[in-house]
C-alpha cells in the first residue's frame, strides 16, 4: 500500500495567520492526491481533489499544490471555521490511503 | 437532495457479525461506485472497501479481505457491508462515501454519511 505521511501532527496557529502543512506519498502519485477537512464530532468533507482544484463552495483561502510526492496545503488567513483536522489521501492506487491528519488548533 | 444514511452499527462480541447498510438518496446510485471508509475512535480516517457502480467489481483493505464483503441493490439504492469474524480493532464508526470522478481521472469521497457506530467488546 501507499503510505501518507502529514506533518506536522497538530499545529496551534492564529486567526488570520497564514498556515501551511504537507503530505508526504511513499512513491509517486502523480496529482491523485485529495484534502478533507474534518470538525470535531463531523463528517469529513472534500476540500481539494487532483491536488489544487478547489470543491466548489470551499473559500478561496484554501490553496493546495504539488506532484509526485511531496503535497502542501495553505490556508492564506485563517479563520474561526477552519480550525479542523485535515487529511490527504490518495486516490493512485485502487486501495487508497489516507494520511494521518494535522489538527488545527486555536493559539 | 443528496444524501446517505447508514444502519446496522451496534454493540457485538468478538468473533460476531453485523451487517451495515446505507441508503442513498437525491442522486443516481446506479451510476456511482461507493466506499466504505472507517474512523476509530479520536484515530484517522481507513478506506476499507469499494464496489463498482454495477457491483461486478470490489476491493478491499488487508484489515478486511476474507472477513467483509461489500454488496449493493441498485433497485433499492442501497449499500451494504457484511462484517464478520469482528475484532476489538474493528471498532470505529464506519461511513459510506460515493466516489466521483474527476479530471485526469482523479477520483475522490464526495458525499459522506454521518456514519453508524460499530463496537466490538466482550
Known amino acids: 500500500d501507499i503510505q501518507m505521511t502529514q506533518s506536522p501532527s497538530s499545529l496551534s496557529a492564529s486567526v488570520g495567520d497564514r498556515v501551511t502543512f504537507t503530505c508526504r506519498a511513499s512513491q509517486n502519485i502523480g496529482s491523485y492526491l485529495n484534502w478533507y477537512q474534518q470538525k470535531p464530532g463531523k463528517v469529513p468533507k472534500l476540500l481539494i481533489c487532483?491536488?489544487?482544484s478547489l470543491q466548489s463552495g470551499v473559500p478561496s483561502r484554501f490553496t493546495g499544490s504539488g506532484s509526485g510526492t511531496d503535497f502542501t496545503l495553505t490556508i492564506s488567513s485563517l479563520q474561526p471555521e477552519d480550525f479542523a483536522t485535515y487529511f490527504c489521501q490518495q486516490s493512485f492506487s485502487l486501495t487508497p490511503t489516507f494520511g494521518q491528519g494535522t489538527k488545527v488548533e486555536i493559539k | 437532495q443528496v444524501q446517505l444514511v447508514e444502519s446496522g452499527g451496534g454493540f457485538v462480541k468478538p468473533g460476531g457479525s453485523l451487517r451495515l447498510s446505507c441508503a442513498a438518496s437525491?442522486?443516481?446510485?446506479?451510476?456511482?461506485?461507493m466506499n466504505w471508509i472507517r474512523q476509530a475512535p479520536g484515530k484517522g480516517l481507513e478506506w476499507i472497501s469499494y464496489?463498482?457502480?454495477?457491483?461486478?467489481?470490489?476491493y478491499y483493505a488487508d484489515s478486511a479481505k476474507g472477513r467483509f464483503t461489500i454488496s449493493r441493490d441498485n433497485a433499492k439504492n442501497s449499500l451494504f457491508l457484511q462484517m464478520n469474524s469482528l475484532r476489538a480493532e474493528d471498532t470505529a464508526m464506519y461511513y459510506c462515501?460515493?466516489?466521483?470522478?474527476?479530471?485526469?481521472?482523479?477520483?475522490?469521497?464526495?458525499?459522506w454519511g454521518r456514519g453508524t457506530m460499530v463496537t466490538v467488546s466482550s
Open positions: 464496489i463498482t457502480s454495477s457491483g461486478s467489481n470490489t
Open positions: 462515501a460515493r466516489t466521483r470522478a474527476y479530471s485526469y481521472g482523479v477520483n475522490a469521497f464526495d458525499i
Open positions: 437525491g442522486f443516481s446510485f446506479s451510476d456511482n461506485s
Open positions: 487532483a491536488a489544487s
